[in-house]
């Protein structure tokens, strides 16, 4: 017989923002660490294997501590698959691009995908964007272009980084792949539980990279750190990604994400704080504006859309 679970007390505003401000915080730390990983020779299957496991154990965990039934609607598993494969090729895009260009311009690259979720949410018969959704679009595209220094690389004024294209295209299809991913979150997933979708898409996961990493698919992929730098970065990820990750889904029914989601948009922020403390990564003035200009478009796009 169903017992009806009582609805959790919401946390109290400045609670709430404090608690998604800090999540947002290790999310940042998370990649910083990752770059420092990278730089050390890790691979970066390697290191989403680690983080998806430990984030994995805690979260089967969770869900065997709460007795959630594992079953799904019927139908859904081929969906459930997708979205697996989905966010590892996010995670596996996205790290990729933070191992090739400043972790702060991969992060803003890929926290674009509430522009194409918007989009793609409209071409598969959502509602069209407004007027004032479509001007923020705009400004968070201009804000990018100031963010990637684009004026200076046409003018052949930038430092030469000959990775900058793989790595900003690598962030860009992770804001693409994720946007997927949330549309089908939101459009055939929405009957499952979200501690068990978040525990089997991080299975899914945790498969994949062990399969890409066995069949070679990724070159030095698997790579061990090279020194006791790169282990100690590589330990600091998966506990930040995990413990971050997991707070999250543990805490989400109390924080009211309807109307504070957008404070974790603080992520890029951070990221670019800790980069320039702890890499010596540094962006030029124009390149800081886009930065803000960009957050702050996100900021309002994502206030829109909750309300």
């Not at 972790?103 to 071409?123: C, D, E, H, M, Q």
Request: proline share 5%; charged share 10%.
């Amino acid at each position: 017989m169903a017992v009806a679970l009582a609805t959790p007390h919401l946390f109290p505003r400045k609670l709430a923002v404090a608690l998604l401000a800090l999540l947002a915080c290790c999310f940042a730390g998370n990649h910083i660490a990752a770059r420092i990983a990278f730089d050390d020779d890790t691979g970066v299957l390697l290191a989403i294997l680690c983080r998806s496991g430990l984030t994995l154990l805690a979260l089967g965990g969770l869900v065997l501590w709460q007795r959630q039934p594992l079953g799904l609607p019927a139908g859904s598993w081929r969906w459930q698959l997708l979205l697996g494969l989905l966010i590892a090729t996010q995670s596996l895009c996205l790290y990729s691009a933070v191992a090739r260009i400043p972790v702060a311009l991969a992060l803003l690259v890929g926290n674009t995908f509430p522009i194409l979720l918007a989009l793609l949410s409209w071409a598969l018969g959502g509602p069209r964007p407004t007027r004032r959704t479509a001007a923020l679009m705009g400004l968070i595209l201009f804000g990018l272009v100031l963010a990637l220094d684009v004026p200076s690389r046409l003018n052949g004024s930038a430092e030469a980084n000959p990775d900058w294209a793989l790595g900003v295209s690598l962030a860009f299809c992770a804001a693409c792949v994720f946007a997927c991913a949330l549309w089908i979150t939101d459009h055939k997933l929405a009957g499952v539980r979200g501690p068990v979708r978040s525990m089997l898409t991080l299975l899914i996961v945790f498969a994949s990279m062990l399969l890409a990493g066995s069949g070679g698919l990724v070159p030095a992929g698997l790579a061990l750190p090279g020194s006791s730098g790169g282990w100690l970065a590589l330990a600091s990820l998966v506990v930040l990604y995990g413990t971050a990750f997991t707070l999250l889904f543990v805490c989400m029914p109390r924080l009211n994400m309807a109307q504070n989601a957008p404070v974790m948009n603080i992520e890029p922020i951070a990221t670019l704080l800790l980069g320039w403390a702890l890499l010596g990564q540094q962006l030029n003035t124009l390149q800081l504006l886009g930065a803000a200009v960009v957050v702050c478009g996100i900021v309002l796009l994502t206030y829109r859309k909750a309300s």
